[in-house]
């Protein structure tokens, strides 16, 4: 609760100070409403990615932060601007702490009170000087700044972590299956480019060359398998894994149902003894960690047997992209057991399977419903003690319309970026959109390396035992 002085409350030599970190997030803010793009001051794809320098603030973002003392502090609410002047003797960067201050010198006729002002920094580098001249109230007035509406800034500074997590991995011998059109060859374009994968096309050479074309893209230096018909250039690329040309396989322009019948050959097919499933990795802006949700795409009602897969190879991803022991919340629509609803009954037993080690690596929890899965507060108000209730790091769907529903309305609805992948086969297998862009398709070439990686360090590790 924000409360003024007004002017007759006003002594000089009064003063007031406020500490602020600066975020990435506040330089995409003041981009944004500013419509100031200089790249200097923008972090990832700015300055930090040209010439490899730290993005500094804008000078009047610093400005703007006496502006928050004087409007919230001294005087406060009711304050109008009439002048400022600004001197600027450092730069603040992404984590730095500064402390703004200002101070009562003058007293002047109609309400005019003229106020010093600084910024400085933790380190005791004073930033910027100046002097405020503003009118204050001669109302009390008070505000709840708790009313203000909230912000959130649309990045995916998850998955960009994850492409990052790649550096040093060899790229990913990778068969993609007919990359006939933009989002599809975009995708395995920049994952060669990021080294993630190394490509082999297969496919029809004129469309391909078509679309590289369209892009005004080289694609000279890689290799190209023609073929023509979608079935069988998805049955080279499972014979390109077989013969161990190709570590992972990626989806291009076709159906879903055509690769996949090819991977699941009886003879010469891709099968383990692991079920088939599919995992969403979801980048929610506002959301401190990344999500997976399983299964969205292939087990259409899968039984409490083949949700134990399902379970295991969502688990194993997780830990395959750097989460110790991935907390998974088994989704119904309520958090108790009932007996007329199935999907809590499986949710029970998995949860007590992980317990008796018959699901390794993760921590289960369910039934939970999908509000006390993700919100600490409905766990709390529903009375749930759980490790995973309000944290939950995978979200397994009773089925796959749930799944489906919830992954895209995570995607079109919460702005989630996301990469998906196939798991349980032989290896590992990106199953976009025909919809996705490419850079949802990067986004799976990285998750797919880093999985490949941990699953070659598990076998390993197994053989060492």
């Known amino acids: 609760m924000l409360e003024n002085k007004t002017y007759d409350e006003i002594a000089v030599g009064d003063e007031a100070s406020i500490n602020r970190v600066l975020t990435a997030n506040d330089l995409y803010i003041f981009a944004h409403a500013s419509g100031n793009f200089n790249p200097v001051h923008l972090p990832g794809e700015g300055v930090e990615a040209t010439n490899g320098t730290d993005p500094v603030a804008p000078s009047m973002w610093v400005g703007t932060l006496i502006s928050a003392v004087l409007g919230n502090i001294l005087p406060g ?29 003058e007293k002047g006729d109609d309400r005019l009170v003229k106020l010093d002002s600084k910024v400085t920094r933790a380190d005791g580098v004073v930033v910027c000087t100046g002097c405020a001249k503003v009118t204050a109230p001669d109302t ?18 998850h998955i960009e972590r994850l492409i990052e997590s790649c550096e040093g991995l060899d790229p990913l011998p990778t068969a993609v299956v007919a990359p006939e059109e933009a989002n599809s060859l975009g995708g395995v374009i920049l994952g060669a480019r990021q080294k993630l994968i190394h490509p082999i096309l297969i496919g029809d050479p004129r469309k391909i060359a078509a679309v590289a074309h369209e892009l005004g893209a080289d694609i000279s230096g890689m290799e190209l ?20 040309h190709a570590h992972a396989i990626m989806k291009g322009h076709l159906h879903t149902d055509v690769l996949l019948r090819q ?14 499933s599919h995992v969403f990795v979801m980048d929610v802006p506002g959301l ?8 969205a795409a292939i087990n259409i009602a899968p ?51 992980a ?35 309000g944290r939950a790091e995978v979200l397994m769907a009773p089925n796959l319309e749930a799944g489906n529903i919830l992954a895209k309305e995570l995607a ?14 032989k290896v590992p297998i990106m199953l976009t959109s025909r919809a996705d862009d490419d850079r949802a398709r990067l986004a799976s070439c990285a998750v797919a390396t880093l999985y490949h990686a941990w699953t070659m360090n598990e076998q390993i590790a197994e053989t060492a035992q």
């Open 412 to 425: 079109f609805v919460a702005h989630a970026g996301g990469a998906g992948l196939v798991l349980g086969a």
């Open 288 to 295: 401190d960690h990344l999500l997976l949700v399983t299964d």
């Open 225 to 244: 398998i023609s073929e023509r018909d979608h079935g069988a250039a998805a049955g080279r690329a499972v014979d390109l894994v077989i013969e161990g």
């Open 263 to 276: 991977v699941m050959r009886k003879e010469a097919g891709l099968r383990t003894s692991r079920r088939l």
């Open 355 to 389: 317990e008796r080690g018959q699901i390794r690596g993760g921590i289960v929890d369910g039934p939970l419903a999908m509000d006390n899965a993700l919100s600490i507060a409905a766990a709390q108000t529903k009375g749930i003690t759980s490790l995973v209730a």
């Open 140 to 157: 009390k007035i008070t505000f709840n700044a708790s009313d203000m509406p909230t912000l959130m800034v649309e990045s995916h500074q």
């Open 303 to 353: 039984t409490l047997i083949e949700k134990v897969d399902i379970l295991q190879n969502a688990i194993d991803l997780g830990r395959a992209l750097g989460i110790d022991r991935p907390k998974v919340g088994v989704l119904s629509a309520v958090e108790v057991v009932n007996p007329q609803m199935s999907s809590t009954l499986d949710a029970a037993i998995l949860s007590k399977m």
């Open 77 to 105: 609410p009711g304050t109008l601007y009439q002048g400022q002047s600004f001197e600027f003797h450092d730069r603040v960067k992404v984590g730095d702490a500064v402390t703004v201050s200002v101070k009562v010198v």
